[in-house]
């Protein structure tokens, strides 16, 4: 069998076929791919009366803009090269959607269900403390999120020690984004990433002639769906295309197996069903398949690998049967199986577009933090007194009554998860707009991904241009 690339080489290997689309000369092209620094820690931590040595890693790709954003996953397969391949998709996902951060990505080795919870912070705020000491985390230098194996908890952990580690810090809760809302979080950021591709779906179906070349028609929905992974991002994407956009979810893959009903899932039942029982398995509406990874090959509209990289390859990439694939995880298809994907006229909404939903929050976050205020507390209930106004206006014009639900929903005032939505959606449109355009601009581009990265290198490339660095 063909041996493929790793992450690392993967990523880069999709950047070159940009590069060579938009013929960006080589310098800058090896400047943008290169990664600026990379950061190996290794600390002990006593546990339940043992020392235990952990090793982590955070990668900053870019400083092009700061700070440098990436989240930091707790995994026992993590190693370097995937923090190194995360840290540069970062910097091209900021670029696509316009965040103004560079690209970062961080690690533990760790499996982190064989731990406690008080053991899990001690473990925690020593690796915020080794990450502080070297500037790999900073409110404005570099900044964390969460990722697989992490959540708001850790964030709020990591928060508390550079507060500890920098009192005189009024920003202090800039340091990472993906806090608990209570602790300088932001309203929305949980399901950001979900949101984000259910928005990212919808823009794309605004785009009839890229509709009609994945060989599909009208809207959302009733469209069929197979969704990998019931994660953070997966049961949100899920849950919206779903109850939102009447979307099928005829399969639900997790690590030890799928369900599928073809008349459509219950994506809030089965959520529930895994927390109680932590399992797919005699959930009473699909049927159970113990293979999970051949329901990737199951006949459906949209496939959506939201669970880890590598997970399309050479090995089954012909089997595929989904008409487009939306990588809602990082790196869900390699570089080989991309190719034979595009060579099979499947379209693919590529990951550093699909999923920058939870860095666009992480920014609305960031700013919110910076700026010492919540969204919508200065206008809120200026914009419901001009609605109550409106109300009374248009009953005056016309002589009818309206309804208390009518008249409340004309004066809402937009409250902060209400802006984080539109600032969100706004992002994702116009980020996809772009890639549409770049994909009709001639003979080079013949993909979404190419046409993401040729969209993102050449705001890179112009970002190094203007401050003089070539």
């Not at 999923?355 to 507390?377: P, T």
């Not at 200065?378 to 009518?406: C, K, N, P």
Request: net charge negative.
């Amino acid at each position: 069998m063909q041996q493929e690339p790793t992450f690392r080489e993967s990523v880069n290997l999709m950047v070159d076929r940009a590069i060579s689309a938009v013929g960006l000369d080589a310098g800058t092209a090896n400047a943008i791919k290169a990664c600026n620094e990379v950061l190996q820690v290794q600390f002990p931590v006593k546990i339940r009366g043992k020392i235990e040595v952990f090793t982590g890693w955070r990668a900053t790709h870019s400083t092009h803009r700061l700070p440098a954003k990436g989240g930091i996953r707790y995994a026992s397969y993590a190693d370097q090269d995937e923090v190194e391949a995360l840290a540069a998709l970062m910097t091209y996902k900021c670029a696509i959607v316009d965040v103004p951060f560079g690209g970062s990505k961080g690690a533990l080795n760790i499996d982190p269900t064989l731990y406690e919870r008080d053991e899990l912070e001690l473990i925690t705020r020593r690796f915020a403390l080794e990450l502080v000491r070297k500037g790999f985390l900073n409110p404005s230098t570099n900044v964390p999120a969460p990722d697989i194996g992490t959540g708001q908890r850790e964030m709020a952990w990591m928060a508390d020690t550079y507060k500890q580690l920098h009192p005189e810090d009024i920003n202090y809760t800039a340091c990472v984004t993906g806090k608990p809302v209570h602790h300088g979080g932001i309203r929305g950021r949980v399901e950001a990433t979900g949101r984000g591709v259910q928005y990212a779906l919808r823009e794309f179906f605004r785009h009839s002639k890229d509709v009609r070349r994945a060989g599909l028609d009208g809207g959302l929905d009733g469209k069929r769906i197979v969704i990998q992974g019931l994660g953070n991002v997966g049961y949100h994407a899920a849950k919206f295309l779903s109850e939102e956009d009447g979307a099928l979810i005829t399969a639900i893959i997790e690590r030890d197996g799928a369900l599928i009903n073809d008349a459509g899932l219950n994506v809030e039942e089965v959520y529930h069903h895994i927390i109680q029982h932590h399992t797919v398995r005699n959930f009473p509406g699909g049927t159970f398949e113990e293979n999970g990874a051949a329901v990737l090959e199951k006949e459906c509209d949209i496939l959506i690998p939201a669970a880890m990289e590598g997970q399309i390859t050479l090995e089954n990439a012909e089997r595929i049967q989904a008409r487009m694939i939306v990588e809602a995880a990082n790196g869900p298809v390699t570089y080989g199986a991309d190719e034979v994907l595009n060579k099979r006229g499947v379209v693919i909404i590529p990951d550093a577009f699909a999923n920058a939903g939870g860095v666009i929050v992480s920014y609305f976050e960031w700013i919110r933090n910076i700026s010492h205020i919540r969204f919508g507390r200065m206008q809120r209930r200026h914009d419901e007194v001009r609605g109550h106004q409106m109300a009374a206006f248009l009953e005056e014009m016309t002589g009818a009554s309206i309804t208390d639900e009518m008249r409340n929903r004309i004066a809402h005032g937009a409250d902060e998860v209400d802006l984080v939505r539109s600032g969100l959606d706004d992002s994702m449109r116009m980020g996809y707009q772009e890639i549409s355009e770049a994909l009709r601009e001639g003979e080079t581009i013949n993909d979404l991904r190419t046409a993401a990265y040729a969209v993102s290198i050449r705001k890179i490339a112009r970002s190094y241009l203007d401050v003089g660095l070539f």
